[in-house]
């Protein structure tokens, strides 16, 4: 005879096999935070988007040269920032969008926003999205912060797959996508409109297994009995047993 106990459920699933028992079981997405988390890095801090941030975000939002492949509105006062910093604040509160500020150690500044601008709870998928002031590009930052954000994704949050959408005329942040193993999945004609401007877009996705985020484990040794993880799925949670 044999049970089957499904649950439906959009989330990591990892087979483990203890004598003639299989058990299917999910590592759920995770975003139970009171503050958000601080990521450090080698040279940078990833913190809290806060209202003193507002010169900083205000210098970089102002740019027409920072924001030409950024869908979104270009501040025009200081108030527009604010704006900006408040919807950075909502997002984190109700967990839709998650950001943090880049700043250098030893050095407060704002000099990057990057994070999660869109989250898909129920497919255990984000969108990541990232702006650096211009003043200092091609300096390794975004690449650092990048690899930092999405390994906390992975590892923290316990997202399935993250994904990007970029212009396919930034040809920089094209390349840093397939630098870091995303894949190019499709292309969109006129896929955003912004600043009265429809634009294409690139989708670039990585899956969580191809980073090796999943921990490799080949056997776990209880006290009675051994257990063995064997294969790693998506889809529905599923308890089998042989009796």
């Not at 063995?228 to 009796?243: G, N, Q, R, S």
Request: with cysteine; hydrophobic share 45%; glycine share 4%.
């Amino acid at each position: 005879m044999e049970l089957f106990i499904i649950l439906e459920l959009e989330l990591v699933l990892v087979q483990i096999k203890c004598g003639n028992f299989f058990f299917y079981f999910y590592k759920m997405i995770n975003l139970n935070f009171d503050a958000l988390p601080i990521i450090e890095t080698d040279r940078l801090i990833l913190r809290a988007v806060t209202e003193n941030d507002v010169e900083d975000v205000f210098e970089i939002r102002s740019n027409p040269i920072t924001m030409l492949f950024i869908p979104r509105p270009i501040a025009k006062t200081k108030n527009d920032a604010l704006d900006v910093i408040n919807l950075i604040k909502n997002g984190i509160e109700t967990k839709s969008k998650i950001n943090w500020a880049i700043t250098q150690k030893g050095n407060n500044k704002l000099i990057g926003i990057i994070g999660y601008v869109n989250i898909h709870e129920h497919n255990s998928r984000a969108e990541v999205g990232y702006v650096l002031n211009e003043n200092y590009h091609r300096k390794g930052i975004t690449i650092e912060a990048l690899q930092a954000v999405i390994q906390f994704g992975f590892n923290q949050f316990n997202f399935h797959s993250i994904e990007a959408v970029i212009n396919p005329e930034n040809l920089a942040s094209c390349n840093l996508a397939l630098k870091y193993d995303f894949t190019k999945d499709a292309y969109f004609k006129d896929y955003t409109f912004s600043n009265n401007v429809y634009t294409d877009a690139y989708v670039f996705s990585l899956l969580k297994l191809c980073k090796n985020n999943l921990s490799r484990v080949t056997s776990i040794h209880c006290k009675l009995e051994k257990w063995y993880i064997t294969k790693f799925y998506v889809f529905t949670l599923i308890l089998t047993a042989k009796v």
